[in-house]
């Protein structure tokens, strides 16, 4: 986004600044689960670490298109686990899906709509439910979330 662009809608960097910080604080705590507890449950029948992290990717995806413009498909509510099997392969789509929704908001050169708002505002919550739960298992595994470390 433009200076001028930014200036001119101060909302769309509000909301541009806590994409990001919700996303970055997700992936930190992400990636300080160690490979081998990436696929740990706490319980039968809930997500894994990894399941988690293709679940926020593939709404971070699905986020970004919509502000593209692009055709969008809620189907499968998590990304492939064949295609991202490994953690590192699941942060590194998180982080580059985290980065796709803060790059489509910095092309919106008009003030953002109402669905827009509450598109984002809803996946801003939605990431941050997730945050939670992932420090929970954190917590359960013996580890100090990054944001606890301070």
């Not at 200036?7 to 992400?30: D, G, H, M, N, S």
């Not at 995806?61 to 998590?78: F, I, P, W």
């Not at 789509?93 to 092309?107: E, W």
């Amino acid at each position: 986004m433009s200076t001028k662009a930014t200036a001119e809608y101060p909302l769309t960097k509000v909301l541009i600044e806590r994409w990001e910080q919700v996303c970055r604080k997700f992936a930190e705590l992400a990636e300080g689960v160690p490979a081998e507890k990436f696929e740990w449950v706490p319980v039968a029948g809930l997500r894994t670490c990894s399941d988690v992290v293709r679940h926020v990717a593939f709404w971070n995806r699905y986020v970004s298109a919509s502000l593209l413009g692009q055709e969008t498909n809620d189907s499968a509510n998590q990304l492939s686990t064949a295609e991202y099997s490994t953690g590192k392969q699941a942060l590194g789509v998180l982080r580059d899906s985290a980065t796709g929704v803060a790059a489509a908001l910095r092309q919106c050169h008009v003030e953002l709509t109402p669905k827009t708002l509450e598109l984002l505002v809803t996946f801003v919550e939605h990431t941050s439910e997730h945050y939670g739960q992932l420090v929970v298992y954190a917590r359960a595994m013996g580890i100090v979330p990054p944001a606890s470390r301070e």
